[in-house]
């Protein structure tokens, strides 16, 4: 079997055989096959797709090219979720500790931030203290104990997927929705957990931008972790304006607290009953969507999930008194806020582009070696739709050096738009695929 044959097989759109999807991903990882080469054959598939099968087969093959978690050993039915990756995207620390507070373990590995979306474990890190880091057996052993455990993704997991992607960062073939699905569903089939919840970001702000492709996406990621025999289902959800009001590590921690004390933004709120409704669903405990809905305002609510979160952060030897004086979160040198030139109503919040003005402000990493300030981001004070006076306060930069602080606001400026035309609410959810 030779490389480029089946190079020349796909670009002339052929399927290729699970055995030759074996060949490709062995040789790259032991280094057989040059990058020259597997940058022709990303290539070819970016332009050529892959069927749900080759798909599937490539999904295996990168999921078992490392270590594979094995949680049988943690009782009751256990939960995942990942997001697409967004703008102000604290879903997962609120949502983990709202299920695991309700007794489903939650054994969730996540990611760091790359290129303009946030990752979980930068935001858990701005929490003084808080480990991300753990062996296997103690992050088994935690969930087991407490039901709960958010770590940072093992280098031996899944090392076919981090040599791939990698290559695809740099050969302009991230945006390839078959690459894409197997890149996701590999790492949550090495993960071990019975159910998968999918979040799908889908506007300016998210890799995908249109809602065709979002739920071409989220089929082929639904029926591929089908294909696996895993509960799972994918929520499309709306990324043209940033989730919630706060973008950046420290400030997305305190919003995240807010909602577990049973207040936080509307938009925030709405999209983690929907991703608890359909856990519950897919556990099979609640058919009744509105006794599932309850049962999760409750626990938001009474102060359950919050102290499911407290567990957490103790557990991972973070500062629990955060949860209540947040000035160890929000120690940024300056705090400058910005106020509305005119009168009328907010028509846009450019997701990406407020995104990009946090990265300036040092919050983000181009590539994954970059250190990054866990205290700076801004915190919105408008969503599109409100009305919005002369002289009142759009945005609070919070920054560390002033020379950052004024490229921010120069990016922000173009970020936002006020005119006389009031538009109506963006929608959180758009879809829900099963």
Not at 348 to 366: E, N, T, W
């Amino acid at each position: 079997m030779r490389m480029v044959d089946i190079i020349i097989k796909k670009r002339n759109g052929e399927a290729l055989s699970e055995e030759e999807i074996s060949f490709i991903v062995d040789g790259y990882v032991k280094g057989d096959i040059p990058d020259y080469q597997m940058s022709a054959l990303l290539m070819a598939i970016y332009f050529r797709g892959m069927n749900l099968e080759e798909t599937i087969n490539l999904t295996r093959k990168m999921a078992y090219s490392g270590k594979v978690l094995d949680l049988s050993g943690i009782p009751g039915i256990k939960v995942d979720k990942h997001s697409t990756g967004g703008v102000g995207d604290k879903t997962t620390l609120v949502f983990a500790p709202l299920i695991a507070s309700m007794g489903y373990p939650v054994a969730k590995m996540s990611g760091r931030s790359l290129g303009h979306t946030g990752g979980t474990i930068d935001k858990l890190e701005s929490i003084p203290g808080f480990k991300t880091s753990m062996k296997d057996e103690e992050f088994i052993k935690q969930v087991k104990e407490i039901g709960i455990a958010i770590v940072g993704q093992t280098e031996d997991l899944v090392p076919a997927d981090k040599k791939i992607y990698a290559l695809r960062d740099v050969t302009g073939t991230v945006d390839s929705i078959p690459l894409i699905a197997s890149s996701v569903m590999s790492k949550k089939i090495a993960s071990g957990s019975d159910v998968i919840i999918l979040d799908v970001k889908v506007g300016k702000g998210a890799f995908i931008k249109d809602i065709n492709s979002a739920r071409e996406l989220a089929k082929i990621m639904v029926g591929i972790g089908k294909g696996f025999g895993k509960r799972i289902v994918a929520v499309l959800s709306q990324m043209d304006q940033p989730l919630g009001f706060a973008v950046g590590n420290s400030l997305e921690i305190v919003e995240a607290i807010e909602t577990l004390k049973g207040g936080g933004p509307k938009d925030l709120k709405e999209l983690i009953v929907t991703l608890g409704v359909e856990t519950l669903k897919l556990i099979g405990d609640y058919k009744n969507e509105d006794e599932a809905k309850d049962k999760i305002l409750e626990h938001l609510n009474s102060g359950k999930a919050l102290l499911k979160f407290r567990e957490m952060v103790k557990a991972q030897g973070g500062d629990v008194k955060i949860i209540d004086d947040y000035s160890p979160l929000l120690n940024a040198k300056v705090q400058k806020e910005i106020y509305s030139l005119e009168g009328g109503y907010v028509e846009d919040i450019d997701a990406h582009k407020v995104a990009l003005s946090v990265m300036a402000l040092g919050a983000g990493r181009d590539k994954k070696e970059d250190k990054i300030d866990l205290s700076v981001g801004i915190r919105l004070y408008k969503k599109v739709g409100d009305k919005i006076e002369k002289n009142e306060p759009i945005v609070t930069f919070y920054a560390n050096e002033v020379e950052r602080l004024k490229k921010a606001q120069e990016i922000f400026k173009e970020a936002i738009k006020i005119g006389n035309k009031k538009k109506d609410p963006l929608p959180i959810v758009l879809d829900i695929i099963s």
